[in-house]
């Protein structure tokens, strides 16, 4: 399946129905969960100006991605940044512990964008929610 990322490859493309559910809520301290992957809690830090999820987990870069890229963007847009508990439920995404295909690391990226904007009460357009997510896959 990933020679369809080299030129002159072909493939077919099909939709799925299957998505990523991501609930947060206001914390005292910022925290993600995502137990598809087996992290009941890995707290999240900000260090030389940057946000750090404290895991060893290397499938946790695409979420550390899209918190710097959307917590920077809600900065320059001067709202006031809250801490949270961030829950990550992809498990759609997965057959037997088998990842299933491409898609499912931009329906996180999705997903963690528009909870953290409504976290914050941002209002904004799907377009917005794309590029940041878009932006945030691509510094992954």
Known sequence: EWSVLEPGNRC????????????????AQSTLS????????????????????????????????????????LS??????????LTINSDQFFYHQQKLGFGSSAAVCVGITRALLTLHNF????LTIFKLATLAHYHA
């Open 123 to 126: 209002i904004t357009d799907n």
């Open 34 to 73: 995502a137990p598809t992957l087996g992290i009941t809690t890995a707290i999240i830090t900000y260090k030389n100006d940057s946000y750090e999820i404290e895991s060893n987990n290397s499938q946790l870069l695409m979420a550390q991605a899209v918190l710097n890229t959307t917590l920077r963007f």
């Open 12 to 27: 077919l493309v099909v939709p799925i129905n299957r998505f990523v559910i991501c609930q947060i809520q206001e914390a």
């Open 76 to 85: 320059e847009q001067n709202v006031a940044l809250k801490k949270f508990n």
